[in-house]
């Protein structure tokens, strides 16, 4: 395994951090306050084609490689996760829709998607169905050349200001996912505010009441929804939140070292004392171990490898407990002060805790990577 | 190698047992995982050089070796390109 970058990768690499230094550090404290990624700072991640990193530049997207773009969302993620989570879930849309969209869907969407000029946000989550998506609710019934479709979803991050929705729903066949434009008649937007984490990520709930969906809007065949449609999205999304996770660590660990370079306590600086130190250890080994994680699920998904999927789900798996963990550190280094908004480690913390639960719960990741265990997996040969 | 083979020995290594016969219904059987399903598309896309369309989703395509074995032979044909596997494409194993 190559572990060096390559030159365009540094240079992309210099360019997001630079964006995120000037653009997204210095106001993601106000953002989450107000609960709101603004249109503007979006329009910016347009600009900079950030929300077409992965759509192919026929399309107008800049074609990242995965590693480019596991890069990208890091960057964005040290300033905050939200700026990341956009991408995440904009990216599980146009994926799902470069893969296995028809023709058309391409043409209509993928443009708009490059530019930032449409949004796109992922709705599987219901009420009463979350982590057992196969047994989603919410209903699509034939009715002329399209569907009716009825049922709730919630938790949908950037609803609130989405342009078109990839909804699961069930029909006859199966799961299966529709493309619902904003305007359709019968749905209903409504902002879900006061969360712990992910603050600024204009989450919303999105009803369908009645909305009727044409035929053309069907994104794979009917009963594949499920199996191949999210599970392409759901790939690139544990992929993007590894790598989000990455950066949450990232940003802990170097607000802890600054801190504890700069704070005296007993007539030495923090950092001087041996269980501060410790706590530097494990922080620094550990995000060092996710990124070289994240790195091998983005090798393998450039290679379109099929052992891409359990590395995705090893190093979303690790990353996320890890950003925790690391984000916990910063806290307690921090003592008082982190419990306070003054510092950023304090909503490092409270978005650290939502990345356990997105893009499969850590106990999902558990019963899948353990069913690899039995599965095809060799001990002793790893992954590559 | 073979494709029959290749295809066999992949499968083979997911489900963790012999016990399999090229006609056997791997769906029926309960070995697909929506997880497997999604590593069989790439399977089948990074190993043969093929694409597997949005047409293509069907479980009869899918669902033995046999299939798994035309539908590799028969876009192959379609398309004309040759088999490119995962070595060439730079990963080795």
Redesign the interface.
Known sequence: MNLRLTAEELELRAAFRGFSDKEIVPNAAAWDAEQRLPDEAIAKLGCEGYLGATIPPAYGGRGLSMIAYGLLHQELSRGTCAASSLLTVHGMVAEAIRRWGTVEQKEIWLPRMSSGAALGAFCLTEKRVGSDAKSVETRAEPFGDGFVVNGVKRWISFGEIADVYLVLARLEEGPSTLLVERDTQGLTISPMTENLGLRASRIAQVSLDGCWIPRANLVGRAGFGFSHVVGSALQLGRYSVAWSCVGIGQACLEAALRYSAEREQFGAPLRDHPLIKQMLTNMITEVEAARLLAYQAGQLADLNHPRKILATLVAKYFASRMANRVASDALQIHGANGCSRDYPVERHFRDARVTEIIEGSTQIHQLLIAGYGSQGYEPHGGLC | MDIRLTIRK?IL????SCQLDDDDDIFELGYV???????????V??EFGVAVR??D?EFANFCSVNALTEFVEARQADSGRAPRS?AT???AE
């Open positions: 992949f290594a997911f489900v963790g995982t929506s997880l497997f399903a999604m590593e069989l598309v790439t399977f896309e990074s949005n047409e989703l995962i494409a730079g990963y």
